[in-house]
């Protein structure tokens, strides 16, 4: 049984003030996790989400071009006058060597994004450079892996949930709080 604790604090705050949001961490640090909590957490916003990485994976035509394509197809049902529900882009899978004119069209995206929408850029990197000028002018936030990172008590949390026999003092000192080891550690201590 999967425990999941939620770290979806730092999402919603910056989600309030900011129209963008860069949320930067490892591979198993708990992002991925973080964003399908607060989408149940908020089932009356629409949510889209978007890898980018397949498209740059995919080598068909222009990633720009098929991205820009998608945007357009996003926005277009959800800028209906008729809808009610704020929109919440998420781009997943943002790659440290992003094209510039990918970089350009996000960029823009962020900036020019309708009253109450919010884009969320999920990457394993540091913010793309081209997303700097967004951070300076308070148009993005940035949400480091820190803020994912569990709590010595979270981590005890987990170990009570789970029903394992495990350390939670010692499992915290191995992992560092790292959400995806934790669970990890746990999942293969109750196979032994």
């Keep these: 049984m999967r425990c999941l604790t939620d770290k979806t604090a730092a999402l919603k705050k910056a989600l309030g003030e900011f129209p963008a949001v860069y949320l930067e961490g490892s591979a198993a640090s708990g992002k991925s996790t973080a964003l399908w909590l607060l989408a149940e957490q908020c089932p009356q916003e629409e949510w889209n989400w978007v890898d980018v990485g397949a498209f740059l994976r995919t080598g068909a035509g222009s990633a720009e071009e098929e991205?820009?394509?998608?945007?357009?197809?996003?926005?277009?049902?959800?800028?209906?006058?008729?809808?009610?529900?704020?929109?919440?882009?998420?781009?997943?899978?943002?790659?440290?060597?992003?094209?510039?004119?990918?970089?350009?069209?996000?960029?823009?995206?962020?900036r020019n994004l309708p009253e109450g929408w919010r884009a969320i850029f999920v990457s394993r990197e540091q913010p793309p450079k081209a997303f700097l000028d967004?951070?300076?002018?308070?148009?993005?936030?940035?949400?480091?892996?820190?803020?994912?990172l569990l709590t010595r008590e979270e981590v005890q949390t987990m170990v009570i949930r789970a029903g394992s026999l495990?350390?939670?003092?010692?499992?915290?000192?191995?992992?560092?709080?790292?959400?995806?080891?934790?669970?990890?550690?746990?999942?293969?201590?109750?196979?032994a």
């Design 67 to 110: 991205l820009s394509g998608l945007i357009g197809s996003l926005i277009r049902p959800c800028s209906r006058e008729d809808r009610q529900r704020p929109c919440r882009m998420i781009f997943e899978n943002l790659p440290a060597d992003i094209p510039e004119p990918l970089a350009g069209l996000l960029v823009e995206l962020a």
């Design 134 to 148: 967004l951070i300076w002018k308070r148009r993005m936030a940035v949400i480091p892996q820190r803020e994912l």
């Design 166 to 191: 495990l350390d939670p003092e010692e499992l915290y000192e191995v992992t560092g709080g790292w959400a995806g080891c934790v669970d990890l550690m746990i999942r293969m201590a109750d196979r």
